[in-house]
């Protein structure tokens, strides 16, 4: 058995009361609303969750809602770094997971990837070739912040965790690990294979906390506590909504207003290298402007100009789907006509968030300003030989997995896009769109006015289709071990 850390009661009671934070803000045509200090209704907490708010508001007819999301994140200047406060060994890490449907064997095999991990982790060697014997924190969220598209489909019991994080054993949440619908998927093995009902470990903060021996688990199990802590707070279940958005769920999680970003104990620590991981099927659906996503506005040309067409009726739109998510953020040129595009890049089209928002924060304040390295693993839609290889195409027959009765179409008129990976055990997962750009950002370029090489990798991908995902972590925790060493 390890020793055990002195948890952070104080810290641990803010994110059990959930003081309100500003999550979501309505704006209005006539610009009267849109006070983005605060929101215009409350919701309860997800399990290990604080209390969140979110705006309730029918839009009208006509109306402009956005959902702006303020983090409040502060212009910090200078910051506090390595030399300043001794933190060369403090590494804080964040999984943001993906919990909507056919997220059940992707789950299992992130979960079967965490020994891996915890042993690297714990046998790190910094870029002096010493032990770095880190300092760590691992905090857990999923990809849900809410969809007014969402709502009318989800159990009474559930509420969308929105960057908060999630604490408790899956165990104790096994209805999340059955999907929506009539005959629903049922998957509690991605649970309970690794984190039995009768022994299992949980933290005592929002977020596992260990160094060298000791670490703040609580519950006696058989092997390393951490690992037991992880296995059971990173399975996130298949009940989520399906309008995916990792990216504000990063944001709001790192937002260092959040109860748990703050006490004497804050998940996000000065100093620290921050490594992100985020598992998804899908691209990044954080909206700005929910008015193209409102079924309301079917004959409206401006907001329903992203929707696919109806099945057999070219022009015609009848409900807005995932595809938006794709078309909305994404310009792909195919001048053969062909099926498969020549280029998909990244465009603002002002239905989602802008990527400037999450890279002005990750780059500009934590890693600029504040000294931070921020490192990112993406686990997404790629092919098992890498990003290099993806291809972005339509829909065809070879991609739809066995046992699946969607045709080409349908599945085009639902995402948009062709699937950049089909695995025999993980079915489907679509190309990263902008999340690509965003992590790829991240990466350090050579400044060509010295003579040094200063380029460093910060971006990691591995295959969300792959069964083994050691090397995206080996990936990762390479490019971290060169910003970390032992603290003095």
């Known amino acids: 058995m390890r020793a055990t850390l ?58 402009t809602v956005t959902t702006a ?6 212009d910090v200047g200078g910051g506090s770094g390595c030399e300043e406060t001794g933190g060369c060994n403090r590494l804080d890490l964040l999984f943001v997971v993906d919990n909507s449907a056919n997220m059940a064997d992707k789950q299992a095999h992130l979960v079967a990837a965490l020994p891996h991990l915890v042993t690297r982790l714990r046998d790190l060697v910094g870029a002096d070739g010493l032990p770095v014997v880190p300092d760590v924190h691992v905090m857990v969220t999923t990809t849900d912040m809410g969809h007014p598209n969402c709502d009318p489909f989800a159990k009474v019991d559930y509420e969308p965790a929105k960057g908060a994080p999630i604490t408790t054993a899956c165990v104790d949440r096994l209805e999340r690990f059955t999907g929506l619908g009539s005959g629903p998927e049922m998957r509690p093995e991605v649970c309970l294979d690794r984190c039995p ?10 977020f596992v906390h260990f160094h060298g021996d000791l670490s703040n688990v609580l519950g006696e199990v058989d092997g390393d506590q951490v690992l037991a802590a992880l296995e059971c707070i990173v399975p996130q279940g298949i009940d989520g909504c399906g ?18 970003n703050q006490g004497p104990e804050p998940f996000m620590r ?21 008015r193209h996503f409102d079924p309301k506005n079917e004959d409206d040309p401006e907001f329903n100009q992203f929707w696919e067409d109806e099945l057999g009726i070219p022009g015609a739109k009848k409900e807005p789907t995932s595809a938006v998510c794709w078309n909305a953020s994404m310009t792909c040129e195919d001048g053969d006509v062909d099926g498969v595009y020549e280029s998909c890049v990244p465009e603002e089209k002002g239905v989602l968030q802008p990527l400037s928002r999450y890279s002005g924060y990750l ?30 195409r339509g829909w065809t027959q070879d991609g739809i997995p066995p046992g699946d009765s969607d045709t080409p179409a349908e599945k085009e008129f639902e995402f948009g896009i062709g ?26 370029a050579d400044d060509p006015n010295t003579p040094a090489d200063e380029s460093a990798t ?26 970390l060493r032992a603290a003095p």
């Open 419 to 444: 699937p950049g990976c089909t695995g025999p055990d993980s079915g489907n997962a679509l190309p990263p769109g902008r999340i690509r750009q965003l992590c790829e950002e991240l990466d350090v």
């Open 69 to 74: 999301h303020p983090h409040d994140i502060p």
């Open 363 to 392: 780059i500009d304040n934590l890693r600029e300003q504040q000294g931070s390295p921020v490192f990112m693993l993406v686990i997404t839609g790629i092919p098992e030989t890498g990003i290099g290889d993806l291809v972005h």
């Open 6 to 63: 002195v948890p952070s009661l104080v810290l641990l009671s803010l994110v059990a009361c959930g003081p309100k934070s500003p999550e979501q803000a309505t704006d209005t045509a006539d610009g009267t609303g849109g006070d983005t200090s605060g929101a215009t209704g409350a919701t309860g907490a997800t399990e290990g969750s604080p209390t969140t708010t979110t705006a309730t508001s029918e839009p009208s007819p006509g109306s």
């Open 197 to 206: 009902a009768e022994e299992h470990a949980v933290p005592a903060d929002p």
């Open 458 to 483: 910060r971006c990691c991908f591995e295959s969300a289709c792959a069964t083994d995902l050691a090397g995206g972590f080996d990936c990762l925790l390479d490019a971290m071990a060169q910003e």
């Open 243 to 260: 309008f995916e958005a990792p990216l504000e769920s990063m944001i709001q999680a790192l937002d260092p207003n959040k109860p748990w």
């Open 270 to 290: 000065p100093g620290a290298a921050l490594g992100i991981v985020i598992l998804t099927d899908e691209t990044d659906c954080s909206p700005k402007d929910l």
